[in-house]
Each structure stands twice: as structure tokens, then as C-alpha cells.
């Protein structure tokens, strides 16, 4: 069950579509409002969405934090202050475990864009959610807030994987032979070889070096293109200077 | 080492000065500005980094991506949308964790706000950084994608992981830019670029190619003593034949 993003008493319209904006992007669509400052609905809020217009469109006022997560069992209280509150203090990414092994649900608050969220607030809350932040800069807003904790919560979403895209497969070995077959002949042509007791291991940190990128089949007939090239390059110049010579001759 | 923010032409100073908040929320502090529209300084930046001005004062601009990431050896180019290109795509998860593991200095790239970035600033890195996100929501705003890259980089922060101590670190991409130079210029007089409209999709697909063996310095060395030997041994053999025509005429 998708865990329920409560904003207390936000201040700004603006800054509740962007809350919107950063929780539709991680898949949470169930926003509450508890005594939103300049009432709702507000029409800053659907510029600042960007499209999240769901979000605002299904969100429900509250006059208390206490009826807005009635029907939640689990709520974590958002501060990146420490508050003389004994409850246990958790970072994003272990809410979020817990919010995907209970089968309860669950809710997140998050407090008026000045001042965060009061004590009587923090209070209703089992425990509190605090982002590990720079010490010296701490410096979240509201919307920041609510991304992260919507990423870390999208994490444990089957949905939310990545769809990584397959990477070709390396080459057959006798592929990536014949490329190595065709520079050594280039090479050896080239005198690159020398001298004759370093030839072994001269041509060993080669095929080391041309067997590390486990190049695809496509990549090493590329390969073998550019060694084409160049080889041909090399004939097609002696034999224009030949021409050369012979005309001038 | 702490890794490196890079936005490439980013337009809006206010996007800019959102993005150094966000860094330096997790202690971040080194940002590199790729060709920014408006110039830099630039006078919206500073509001919007709500504090975060020791970023901006340190910010670097630079005229090109390959400049901006010369001395790094782990790039990372974030989009949020598939590409043709064959990379490996990693979580900012895994990405947080690699950078956290190499003892070499890393770069994440961001592109402009409107379009992201272009294929050729994709083609630079060897890693490809994507946010799983709502498939039917994708709308993270730069600062956003910065701020979550940031976080998950400070988790291992406090973990200071022990470099796993790699065989051979990959070489910074300045070296590597070299022997591209160096082969781009042998394929040009090769007429291997043909026909013309083709060059720029050629000259990627062997950038893509050669960025992704991830060789150290050594081994872009030991790859630029062999085309020198491709390329003077053409030198030679037009010398020799050149001589030869002499003698026989």
C-alpha cells in the first residue's frame, strides 16, 4: 500500500505542486493538506506541478494532522532538526523498508516551509525521519524533502527498476582473433615488434589490452574497418607516389 | 575524492544556484560550468543558492565537456531517457558506490534544463547514470537530479569506504582524448570518414568504442606507440619506395 504524503500547514501554493511534481515522479499519487495557509484549491500550485495535475486534482484537505493520518498506522515525522523528542530517529532509506513491510499504511509529514514541523506535530508521529545532511549546510526544502523520501520509497517498487538496457555480448573468440591476427600482420610489417626477445611479450600486452573491453562483434568488425583503413590508406599512398615518381621520372 | 558536479550548458542561473544548494546539502563542493548560456558570473545564480555561495565562488567554466573533465577517470552522463548508445546504466545507487570504491577523481555531467544532454556529451562518458522514475511521470527538474546523485553519494561519506585497490585505474580522459586525436587524424587521411554526412555518426561510434575498455594510462600509451608504428610505417614505406623508384630510374 502506497504510503500517503502529508504536508502541514504549507505556506506556499507554488511549493505544494512542486511536492506533487516530486512525488508523481517516484509513483506516489495520494497527497493530504492539513490547513494549507492560503486555502485550497490554489492556483499556483498547477503551474509549479508540471504536469502532476493528478496529484492536486485528488488531494484532500485536513484541519489536523490527527485526521489526516487517521487511517495510517505507521507515521514518520520529517525534520532534519533534532528535537527533544525520544523516538526513534531513521534515515529515508530505512522508512522506506519499513513502509514496504508493513501492510499497514503509511504516512509521511512534512512541516510548513519556514519553521518544519512543530512539536505538538512531531508528537503524533512514532518516529522521526531525519535526511542525513551536511552539517554545516543544511539547507532542504519542502519539495526536496518529499523527492527524496518518494525516491527512497520507489526503490523497493518492483515497478520503479530500471530497465537496463542489454549491453551487446562480447564477441566470439575467434572474432577478436582475427582482429588481433590482422594488427599483429600490420604491426610486424611495421617493425613495431622490436626487439626480436621482446616480440612475445610485446604481442601478449596487446591481446591483453584488445581483449579488456569484451568489444561486440559489431565493435570488432569496426575495428577491423579502422585497420583496413589504415593498411589501405598505406598502399593507396605508395602506390600514388609510385605514380608519382614514375610520371616525373 | 569527491566527485565532480558538471552542468553543461545549463541556461538559467537560478537552476544553477539551485544545483549548488543541493550539493552542498550533502557536502558536495566542486562544480564545473560547461559553456553556461547566460555567462558567469550570473547575478540570479546567488539568491537561489539559498546560502550555498561557496560553491558558486569555486565554480569553474570551461569552453567544452572534454575539457571540464580532463582530469577525471569515472564519467558519468545522468539522462532520464533511452539512448541508442551501448553503455552500461547504473542507479545513482550503484553509481554513489563505484565513485565511493575508485580512488580516481569522478564526474557527473548534467545537460541543459529543456533538452539534457546532447549524444556527443553521452558519448564522453563511459557510464550512463539514470534515475529509475515513474515511466509515466518523468519530470525531474536539474537541481532535483543533482540533489539525488548528491544523496546517494554522501551515504557511503560517513562510510569511507577502503579503496578496493583496482589493477589498473582507467586514464583521465584528456589521455584518452589524445589517441581518439591521434586515430581520428590517421583515419581522416585514410579516407576512412566517407561518405560525409556519415562523419560525425563514425567519429562516435569509435569514440564509444575506445572509451569503453576503460584503459589506464599504459595502455593508451602502449595504443598510441601502435598507431605511431601504423602511421610511420607508411612514413617508411613511402621513404622506401620513393628510393627505390630513385634507384631504378
Request: hydrophobic share 40%; glycine share 6%; with cysteine.
Amino acid at each position: 500500500m502506497n504510503p500517503v504524503i502529508v504536508l502541514v500547514r504549507p505556506q506556499l501554493g507554488e511549493n505544494i505542486g512542486k511536492a506533487a511534481r516530486a512525488m508523481l515522479n517516484f509513483g506516489l499519487t495520494e497527497m493530504r493538506l492539513v490547513s494549507p495557509r492560503d486555502g485550497w484549491p490554489n492556483p499556483n500550485a498547477g503551474p509549479a506541478a508540471s504536469g502532476a495535475d493528478i496529484v492536486l486534482e485528488r488531494a484532500q484537505v485536513f484541519d489536523s494532522v490527527a485526521d489526516a493520518v487517521a487511517d495510517c498506522a505507521h507515521v514518520y515525522a520529517t525534520t532534519v532538526r533534532k528535537r527533544g523528542v525520544t523516538k526513534p530517529v531513521v534515515t529515508p532509506e530505512v522508512a522506506a523498508r519499513e513502509v514496504h513491510a508493513a501492510p499497514e499504511r503509511s504516512a509521511f509529514l512534512f512541516g510548513p516551509e519556514r519553521s518544519g514541523l512543530e512539536t505538538e506535530d512531531v508528537a503524533l508521529a512514532r518516529t522521526i525521519l531525519t535526511v542525513p545532511i551536511n552539517p554545516e549546510f543544511g539547507s532542504l526544502n519542502l519539495a526536496q524533502a518529499v523527492i527524496l523520501v518518494a525516491y527512497e520509497w520507489s526503490k523497493g517498487q518492483a515497478l520503479a527498476q530500471p530497465s537496463l538496457t542489454p549491453i551487446d555480448p562480447p564477441a566470439p573468440q575467434e572474432e577478436l582473433e582475427g582482429m588481433i591476427g590482422q594488427l599483429d600482420d600490420m604491426l610486424e610489417r611495421a617493425n613495431f615488434f622490436f626487439p626480436p626477445d621482446r616480440v612475445a611479450t610485446s604481442k601478449r600486452t596487446l591481446r591483453t589490452l584488445l581483449t579488456k573491453p569484451a568489444w561486440s562483434s559489431q565493435e570488432v568488425r569496426t575495428m577491423r574497418g579502422v585497420l583496413s583503413a589504415l593498411n589501405g590508406a598505406k598502399e593507396r599512398r605508395v602506390e600514388a607516389q609510385r605514380a608519382s615518381n614514375a610520371e616525373s621520372s
